[in-house]
């Protein structure tokens, strides 16, 4: 599995090495670029010696070899992109495209998606152009393949499911008490995570008095039939729901008022309602509009709760730090789904796990090597959400408790074998043997206890 070789590749206690088993370490100033988006001779001298150590190692007789060739020509592709060497990038991407496959073992399929990428890449480079993410809505047939792999991808990995079950027990644990509940759904999809949620609603003694979603994507037609969804799953269980679309980016939205709704102008409803905000992390788009925009609208917004769960994957950087980053993390991910499926998976299980493949997996590698850094919308992204938070007022809640013992019993309910849950900061951390996939996290307003919110019991009729 390519994610091996990527540990095991170099023979040596190089730099190089340390720098594909350390995720996010600390830049050293051999790290930093050369001022004009090229790597400094020092991050050259590192990355030429994993793809000399992968040849040499490819050189030899074994069952990782076609592996460690993919390695060495991927690492030499990308090198030659960051240095602007466009004629012998381009040179390499025909013996990629040779030995990799989309259908093939678990370093086949991720080098064939990463040399896809690596094509768009030199392609917009001789054309001096980098076209942002997709600003416009999906066509209708695409955003079914992606609700569809999105499907597969909750039945083939508990990366979905652990997203959803976390953030659910925080919310729960942050709404006690509460009878009247808006969430705020910053990339709803589907609303697939919401009916979990609505389940232990619905068995709690007492049911909500209220119970809103706002939903903001790109498609206001998919945001309606969310809706519609999730009003016939609610009204099934007897709960009052309410949705409100929202047809754009966070980061656009002028005035909070705007995610509150009509109740807003109800001071009474408002002054009473508990309110979250949820997000998923991916690549597979742009969510955010402008991350500086979402965090002025968190702040001046002050949910009860944030909760985000984020992919433990670096945006900021050279080009050739995203690529070694993402072809990392990538590598973990399509040996986990290649376990997950098993050696010997039925054709139906194989087909899914290469729709989530093409449609998730494939799509974000593209954005990251093809699009990748500021140039996804003009401004710097933010690295670290928690930071951020913590910059703009909120503190973390702790996820040890139910969260954590939910995560648990989800990892222990299925035969998935090589997954790890880590608690870390007040944060749970879902990872693939020694690598962190994604990091969940819940936060609220740092003045909270200050001025706790009043129960309601006084108010039932």
């Given at each position: 599995?390519?994610?091996?070789?990527?540990?095991?590749?170099?023979?040596?206690?190089?730099?190089?090495?340390?720098?594909?088993?350390?995720?996010?370490?600390?830049?050293?100033?051999?790290?930093?670029?050369?001022?004009?988006?090229?790597?400094?001779?020092?991050?050259?001298?590192?990355?030429?010696?994993?793809?000399?150590?992968?040849?040499?190692?490819?050189?030899?007789?074994?069952?990782?070899?076609?592996?460690?060739?993919?390695?060495?020509?991927?690492?030499?592709?990308?090198?030659?992109?960051?240095?602007?060497?466009?004629?012998?990038?381009?040179?390499?991407?025909?013996?990629?495209?040779?030995?990799?496959?989309?259908?093939?073992?678990?370093?086949?399929?991720?080098?064939?998606?990463?040399?896809?990428?690596?094509?768009?890449?030199?392609?917009?480079?001789?054309?001096?152009?980098?076209?942002?993410?997709?600003?416009?809505?999906?066509?209708?047939?695409?955003?079914?393949?992606?609700?569809?792999?999105?499907?597969?991808?909750?039945?083939?990995?508990?990366?979905?499911?652990?997203?959803?079950?976390?953030?659910?027990?925080?919310?729960?644990?942050?709404?006690?008490?509460?009878?009247?509940?808006?969430?705020?759904?910053?990339?709803?999809?589907?609303?697939?995570?919401?009916?979990?949620?609505?389940?232990?609603?619905?068995?709690?003694?007492?049911?909500?008095?209220?119970?809103?979603?706002?939903?903001?994507?790109?498609?206001?037609?998919?945001?309606?039939?969310?809706?519609?969804?999730?009003?016939?799953?609610?009204a099934s269980l007897g709960l009052p729901f309410e949705f409100h679309p929202i047809e754009g980016k966070i980061g656009h939205v002028a005035d909070a008022a705007a995610l509150l709704g009509p109740r807003h102008h109800h001071h009474h409803h408002r002054h009473h309602e508990a309110t979250v905000v949820h997000w998923m992390h991916h690549c597979l788009y742009d969510v955010t509009g402008s991350d500086l925009g979402t965090v002025r609208l968190l702040r001046s917004l002050r949910p009860k709760l944030i909760t985000i769960v984020e992919q433990d994957l670096g945006h900021s950087g050279d080009f050739l730090g995203r690529f070694v980053e993402a072809l990392h993390y990538y590598s973990a991910l399509f040996d986990a789904l290649g376990d997950g499926a098993g050696a010997g998976a039925a054709a139906e299980e194989s087909a899914e796990r290469h729709a989530v493949e093409r449609q998730l997996l494939g799509a974000e590698i593209r954005n990251i090597v093809a699009v990748g850094g500021p140039k996804r919308t003009g401004e710097v992204r933010v690295e670290r959400w928690g930071d951020e938070l913590r910059r703009a007022g909120f503190r973390p809640v702790s996820l040890a408790g139910s969260p954590a013992t939910q995560a648990r019993l989800l990892l222990g309910m299925y035969s998935w074998k090589g997954y790890t849950l880590v608690e870390e900061d007040a944060c749970l951390k879902l990872g693939w043997k020694d690598l962190s996939l994604l990091t969940a996290s819940a936060w609220e307003p740092a003045d909270a206890a200050a001025a706790p919110t009043p129960r309601r019991g006084s108010q039932e009729t």
């Open positions: 599995m390519l994610q091996g070789v990527l540990s095991r590749a170099p023979a040596t206690d190089s730099p190089a090495a340390a720098a594909m088993k350390a995720k996010r370490a600390p830049a050293s100033p051999d790290d930093e670029d050369d001022g004009e988006g090229r790597p400094a001779p020092g991050k050259r001298q590192q990355l030429l010696g994993l793809g000399s150590a992968a040849a040499a190692a490819a050189d030899e007789e074994g069952p990782e070899t076609r592996g460690l060739r993919l390695l060495s020509l991927l690492l030499r592709c990308a090198e030659a992109v960051a240095m602007d060497q466009l004629t012998e990038a381009r040179e390499l991407l025909p013996e990629i495209a040779e030995l990799a496959s989309p259908f093939g073992s678990s370093p086949e399929r991720v080098a064939a998606y990463f040399g896809d990428a690596l094509c768009a890449r030199v392609l917009s480079s001789y054309l001096g152009a980098y076209s942002p993410l997709a600003l416009r809505p999906l066509a209708a047939a695409q955003s079914r393949r992606v609700a569809g792999a999105f499907q597969a991808y909750n039945a083939l990995s508990p990366l979905v499911k652990f997203s959803h079950f976390t953030a659910n027990q925080a919310i729960l644990q942050a709404l006690h008490g509460e009878d009247r509940l808006h969430v705020v759904d910053l990339d709803i999809m589907q609303g697939l995570q919401w009916p979990g949620l609505f389940h232990i609603l619905a068995s709690r003694p007492r049911k909500p008095r209220s119970l809103r979603i706002t939903g903001l994507g790109a498609s206001l037609d998919v945001l309606e039939a969310t809706g519609r969804r999730l009003a016939d799953f609610a």
